[in-house]
């Protein structure tokens, strides 16, 4: 069984910054890709941004030079670097993964979800 715990959610000024982590644990073989969706009221879900194997990144296009994602592959760690929030950035920040278990095989993991303010 693979759990994903997100961290680092919160209320912040416009302009301001926060670090979102997210910790996989569990039966894990290997991490394929780990990474960040979002979503708003009303809104779908949407990536912000994803790492793969290999270090390969992708953002989405209204977070590119504000966001950045980094992994610790030896503790099974992504992190999201936010700098100069913006209020369009308010919303629930979700940790997915693709990881390849010792039990189960690939498939996809979310974790709880993390509340993003960016507010005056």
């Known amino acids: 069984q693979v759990q994903l715990v997100e961290s680092g959610g919160g209320l912040v000024q416009p302009g301001g910054s926060l670090r979102l982590s997210c910790a996989a644990s569990?039966?894990?073989?290997?991490?394929?890709?780990m990474g960040w969706y979002r979503q708003a009221p009303g809104n779908q879900r949407e990536l912000v941004a994803m790492?793969?194997?290999?270090?390969?990144?992708n953002y989405a296009d209204s977070v590119k030079g504000r966001f950045t994602i980094s992994r610790d592959n030896a503790k099974n760690m992504v992190y999201l670097q936010m700098n100069s929030l913006l209020a369009e950035d308010t919303a629930v920040y979700y940790c997915?993964?693709?990881?390849?278990?010792?039990?189960?095989?690939?498939?996809?993991?979310w974790g709880q979800g993390t509340q993003i303010t960016v507010s005056s």
């Open positions: 569990g039966s894990i073989f290997r991490v394929n890709s």
């Open positions: 997915k993964a693709n990881i390849f278990a010792t039990d189960s095989g690939a498939r996809v993991y």
């Open positions: 790492s793969y194997y290999g270090g390969i990144t």
